[in-house]
């Protein structure tokens, strides 16, 4: 199994494309969404994540949740789930990625104390394109050289600042991406889904 994920949205413009084209690849993947840009117009997009058979899950927008205590962090995350689940109506899974990965010992404490599964990625897994502009050649065959079971990939559908980021490579990836790993014979599956048997790896992501 190899577990796509999706970063940073929902996007008004960039998630809807992303999941067109999981549709059309017949595949499901898990978004990692950033509390704010979870509103009024991102929430019917956040629906059909949870309609189409996606995992649904917490991301953050800063890397000073490290600092926080832990009851403060358990607190935040139960905050963001109601506030998913209240716009969208259903509850996000117990998987949290924090924000470029920064974690800290009491992150950890709090994601006990809060039920959460602190959730990384694979090495090199990232959509991170150096100074040039992200784009499926250039992302799709670093991946594929990465992959192997259990392997998470990110990519960004979004951005931490700007909720209209464009992304259009997110979605022209899944087209690339999907294919050629089922072709190595990989299946793809959610992180909701499979959050005890990804948990151990996940925790050594970067």
Request: proline residues 6%.
């Amino acid at each position: 199994a190899v577990y796509l994920t999706f970063d940073d949205g929902p996007n008004p413009t960039a998630t809807p494309q992303v999941l067109d084209a999981l549709a059309r690849q017949r595949a499901r993947a898990t978004f990692f969404l950033i509390g704010k840009h979870v509103t009024g117009e991102t929430a019917p997009i956040v629906r059909r994540m949870f309609d189409e058979g996606h995992g649904v899950a917490l991301h953050s927008d800063n890397r000073w949740l490290m600092l926080r205590s832990p009851a403060a962090l358990a607190g935040h995350l139960g905050d963001l789930a109601g506030r998913v689940e209240l716009l969208s109506g259903v509850r996000p899974c117990a998987a949290f990625r924090p924000h470029a990965g920064a974690r800290s010992p009491s992150m950890l404490q709090g994601l006990r104390q809060a039920g959460f599964h602190l959730i990384g990625w694979g090495f090199f897994g990232w959509d991170w394109n150096g100074v040039r502009r992200p784009s499926a050649a250039a992302i799709v065959p670093r991946l594929l050289r990465r992959a192997s079971d259990g392997f998470i990939v990110v990519v960004h559908d979004g951005h931490h600042e700007d909720p209209r980021a464009p992304r259009g490579y997110a979605a022209e990836t899944v087209d690339v991406l999907v294919p050629a790993l089922r072709d190595r014979g990989f299946e793809l599956r959610t992180i909701c889904e499979d959050l005890g048997a990804v948990d151990a790896a996940a925790r050594g992501g970067d």
